[in-house]
């Protein structure tokens, strides 16, 4: 049997407290984590995920009035897809605060609701076991996030959170299946993978407890036949139906989504078997490799062999982690445009096999030992996290000066260096920097996504093939797969430099081959700003690198 905490829904915090409460699985305690969680925001003016100057830049684009200059060069187009919720967010905050402000409160609201939704979740299930909790807290800045995947992080949050609390209200089943049924499609909006965990975590849960429920050693032959001719599966299947059937809400917008949607541009899906082996090891990739590495081994060790120490799993605990894994392994990882779509749920995976491990069985000196040994891994983590972001946000304000030399209203090609990981283990990410041109100067970038079915954006401006929209922006560095990739040589060379105003270079260092149609207009390290003259005398000067 399983003890279900009651709903109080005239309090602010829907979760009672039980005797044997956690600290850290308290009210107070999970307000104190996600608050320290979201702390390294308050260090940066635009988070210093890769992808969310580029949201704040679309953002900037569907807030653009008729006499901006960005109406010259791009329309924004508002389409029934499963991949809005930033854009929803950040259009009902930059309204009343502007598009800076709606992108740093949509991404901190992101994170905290992605970490809240993790210990609510693991409060639920696992009140008095829960000594992971700080374990699966790492994961959050893992690399979904630290990518700027901001619609999956929000799906995935809001999943996780509309989960916990669903589970509390199974007492009042007309208050849950409202709920599922609001939520289900508010999260499917947001970000389709992420807003289907919410379905995958109802009915792995539920399955999960019928299966608890059956007598101990059902699985041995002879023990299995009793149970398949013994065991009341009508009543199983009518608690199923009660349990499940709001999950109709998700198979209504997912039709709806197929017949209201634009076609897709892309219709190919894509395994990639390396890249789902190579994120076994990358997931946790930040700052330092042999911090990551020692943190990510520890972890799969914990969930391997936790059990040799007293970690235990209840089926209604484990099947949650273990389905959502096992999704990681079976999707394609691109899907009609969309890169990376398996590799994000790599994270929520492990935070929920980590977190929902119970180990209140196991001696108390080893339970409080992972407890507190994750505490220091993750407040040892969240240190030189806060720390690289100060970095980040120094290094993004000595890039942005550039742009204090653009005309307002200008057309601006960007070329960056993408980061590699031969060359470094940590990133630069400045991959969508140029996005805030968009921002400051209300300037043309090549540096939107624009994926018709997909994106929002639509570029009006085209100034010559495959220069108008992401990836053209990115260049590679020669210490890259061998010097094989696009130097930034081979970019220029064909670029149509002629059909734009400014040639912006991040981190690229100098071209081998001067063009006279650019003039150095600044300069600060490997990143440089050429105006572009027609017909004008070569003017390259720049200062040693």
Known sequence: MHTRLKFRPMTFWPFKPTAAELPWLSSPGIALAVLLICLPFVLVEVPPLIDIPGHMGAAAIEAAGPNSPLEKYFSWKWVFTLNIGDGVLMKLIGAQFGVLAAGWWSTVLATGLYAGGCLATIRVLNARGGYG???????VFSFPLLTGFLNFILATGLSLTTFAIAVMLE?????????????????????????????LLIGANAVGREMDALPTGWWRPAQFRQVVRTHDWRAVMRRLVVLLWPLLAAVITILLWKVLSPPPARSFNRWRWDEKSWFLILTLRDQSMILDAATTCASYALILFGWIIGGRWKWSQFLPGALVLAEFVAIPSDINGSNFVDVRLLPVACMLLLGLADWSRARPVVAKTVAYGGMVLLALRLVITAASFADYADDFRKQLVALQHVEPGSRVLAFVEHSCLDESWRNTRRDHLASLASIYRQAWVNDNWAVPGLHMVVPRFRPGRNFSADPSEFVWSPGCAGGRLRSVDTALKSAPIERVDYVWLIDTGLPKRPDPRLQLVWQDGRSMLFAVRPLAIPNWQPRGL
Do not use: E, K, S, T
Not at 172 to 182: D, E, G, M, S, T
């Open 171 to 199: 007492d009042q089943p007309r208050r849950r299946a409202a709920l599922l049924i609001v939520i289900q499609p508010v999260a499917l909006l947001c970000h389709a993978i992420g807003g289907l965990l919410l379905g």
């Open 133 to 139: 909790a700080p374990w699966a807290l790492m994961y």
